[in-house]
Structure formats: structure tokens, C-alpha cells
């Protein structure tokens, strides 16, 4: 088995993966993926010179958990990301990479002046990042939100790369204590709203976000429930967060569905009709362990997972990375399902 991956696409202009930066949570070791897109079947993976937890100085043998660290992109008005942000949610402490190089190493580290997150430490790791884009589709802001306690931060001033940013404290979130996933509402690239399931109870809700109000965090609820979605007569595999969810997007970069993986089960569905008060959840025809068959039944498992888009920043594929096999399957044509295709990716080590 290896540890869980904390995984940073880089986007192109116009909003396309072509390659993938991914650190060990067990190590802080780092790989680096390139030319996606060239052939989404076959990556070429190298190890970095670098490891992540000596960059923040966190002890090589202090293994992380999901949902402890994270490493969030920074978009660029043109739907390009070269730079990255990082929150320890057990400390709260928080940097800046201004930038993302070019053979996958985080250069020009800015560690903010105070800690806008250690109200909200613990290390419970039940924690979503959520990355506040504006019109223009540049990162502005970013919300902390610890399900365990409904409580989030906000930090702003991100597209500055701001030390000592404006902070706003938000309290009356929904609280439980199941593994929260998350994934962005996008309307022509501004962020409207997050997606949110919690991982115990599979109760699906938004959070919306109000124009000029940092603090407006809004629950929205839906009488969708994953857990009922997905169930299964077979044994459920243990998991570190059990819903893994993901953006679907068009080339306006406007979130056309949201794509459901279930850890648990293999299986795999589109939430569509994001605007209904019961969404619609189609789920798909295959399922992921079709084709990761290997990997221990009794460890649990950590899917991490790459939005892929082409070169008009459209959805065709994504990519998911699995702890217990080591294994990345592409999953392309996500929203035709008499065209979906499950690929075990053929990784080439150099």
C-alpha cells in the first residue's frame, strides 16, 4: 500500500491540464506528469528534486493525512495556473508557491505574516479548500471549511499574493463528522457555489457564494442522498474520504455537472440539473474497480483525482490516482455514457 497523493494540476490558457504535480502524504516525495494531453493513456512520470514536507518544515517521518494538507491552484485571468497556495490544516499555517516550474518543482515560497486558519485547527483532517474565482476567472479568495465544527475562514487577496491578507470568520455551516468532498460551481469561470457531500451520511448539498459578500456562505439543500445512490449488496472497501467529486465543465468554463466517484464501491455517476431542488443523478455504466481488480480489501483507499480539459478548456477526461495500487486510470467521455472509457494508464518512470 502507499500513502494518499496531494495532487496540483497545472492548467495551460484557455484552461487545460497538460501536466500534474503530485507529492506521497506518507514522505512528501514528488512527481511530476507531463504532456496529458498528448496521450491521456500513457504518462510520463519523474521524481522531483524536492520534497514537500522540507519545504514547509514539516519532519519527513510525520506521514499527512487526507484532508491535513493541501496544495490549491491559482488561476491567472486567462484560465492558466502558475502558482499554487498551501494550507496545513492542522496548524493553520498558509504560503504562497508563486511559481509552479517548469519540470515540476514549487519555487518562491511567501509564508503569510499571521495563520488566517489556526482558529479552525485540529487534526481531524475533515477539511475542503474552496477556491474563489471572480468574473475574470482569477483566484481571489479562498474558504477553509472544517465540517466537523460548520465553521470556515476566508482569505482574500490572492490574486495579489498578499502576506497579510484581509481574513473573515464564518460560523452556522453544516456540521457532521463523515469525510466532506467538495468541487466548484463555475458560471462563464466565476465560482457561484461548491458542491459539497458529506462522506458519512451521502447527504448532497450546496454552499453558495453571494457577489461582494466573503462572508455569505449559504447552504442550499437537495434531497439527493449518494450513500442510498450507491449502494451495493457487496462489501464496502474502507476509505479515507469515500466521495470523491469533480467539475464538469464546457468550453466557457460554465459547470455542466458534477462527477461522482464512490471510493467505497467503485462506482461512478453525473449529478446534472445542478439548479433543481433534486438534481439529477445518472449513474454511469462502468465501474472503477473493472479495472483497478488488485489493491488490499482491509487498508483504505485514497482516490485523488485531475479535471482534464482540451485545448478550449472543455471537460474530455480526467485522470484518477489510487494509494493502495499506485495504478491512474483515465476516465474520458464522462458525459456520453455509451462512450465512457476506463483506462488503467500505462505509467512510464523515468
Do not use: C
Not at 487526507?66 to 498558509?94: C, K, M, Q, W
Not at 466565476?190 to 447552504?219: K, N, W
Not at 443523478?281 to 479495472?291: A, E
Amino acid at each position: 500500500m502507499r500513502d494518499a497523493y496531494l495532487v496540483l494540476p497545472r492548467y495551460q490558457s484557455g484552461g487545460g491540464a497538460d501536466e500534474m504535480l503530485y507529492f506521497d502524504l506518507g514522505s512528501g516525495n514528488g512527481y511530476h506528469a507531463d504532456s496529458l494531453r498528448r496521450e491521456p493513456e500513457r504518462i510520463r512520470v519523474e521524481r522531483v528534486d524536492q520534497n514537500l514536507f522540507d519545504l514547509i518544515g514539516r519532519p519527513r517521518d510525520q506521514p499527512a493525512r487526507v484532508g491535513e494538507i493541501f496544495l490549491h491552484p491559482l488561476y491567472a485571468p486567462n484560465g492558466s495556473v502558475r502558482s499554487a497556495l498551501f494550507v496545513e490544516s492542522s496548524t493553520g499555517y498558509v504560503a504562497y508557491f508563486e511559481e509552479i516550474g517548469r519540470r515540476g518543482t514549487l519555487d518562491t515560497m511567501k509564508t503569510l505574516i499571521s495563520r488566517p486558519f489556526e482558529s479552525l485547527a485540529t487534526e481531524d483532517g475533515n477539511y475542503a479548500l474552496l477556491g474563489r474565482r471572480s468574473s475574470s476567472g482569477e483566484t481571489i479568495g479562498a474558504y477553509l471549511y472544517h465540517a466537523t465544527t460548520g465553521r470556515a475562514s476566508y482569505v482574500g487577496a490572492l490574486d495579489e499574493l498578499d502576506i497579510d491578507p484581509p481574513t473573515t470568520s464564518i460560523d452556522g455551516l453544516p456540521a457532521f463528522d463523515g469525510r466532506v468532498a467538495a468541487a466548484p460551481v463555475l458560471d462563464d469561470e466565476e465560482t457561484i457555489a461548491y458542491a459539497v457531500v458529506d462522506g458519512g451520511s451521502g447527504r448532497f448539498f450546496y454552499l453558495d457564494l453571494e457577489r461582494g459578500r466573503t462572508s455569505a456562505l449559504r447552504e442550499r439543500t437537495t434531497e439527493l442522498d449518494l450513500v442510498a445512490a450507491f449502494a451495493s449488496d457487496d462489501e464496502l472497501q474502507p476509505t479515507a474520504r469515500r466521495f470523491v467529486l469533480a467539475p464538469i465543465v464546457d468550453a466557457d468554463a460554465t459547470t455542466q455537472a458534477i462527477l461522482v466517484v464512490d471510493a467505497a464501491t467503485g462506482g461512478l455517476g453525473l449529478i446534472e440539473e445542478l439548479e433543481a431542488a433534486r438534481p439529477f443523478l445518472r449513474v454511469l455504466p462502468r465501474n472503477l474497480y473493472d479495472v483497478l481488480r488488485d489493491g488490499s480489501s482491509t487498508e483504505p483507499r485514497a482516490l485523488s483525482i485531475v479535471v482534464g480539459g482540451a485545448a478550449n478548456g472543455a471537460t474530455d477526461g480526467l485522470w484518477l490516482l489510487d494509494n493502495l495500487t499506485g495504478g491512474i486510470v483515465y476516465l474520458s467521455n464522462p458525459t456520453e455514457p455509451s462512450d465512457l472509457r476506463l483506462l488503467r494508464v500505462n505509467v512510464e518512470r523515468q
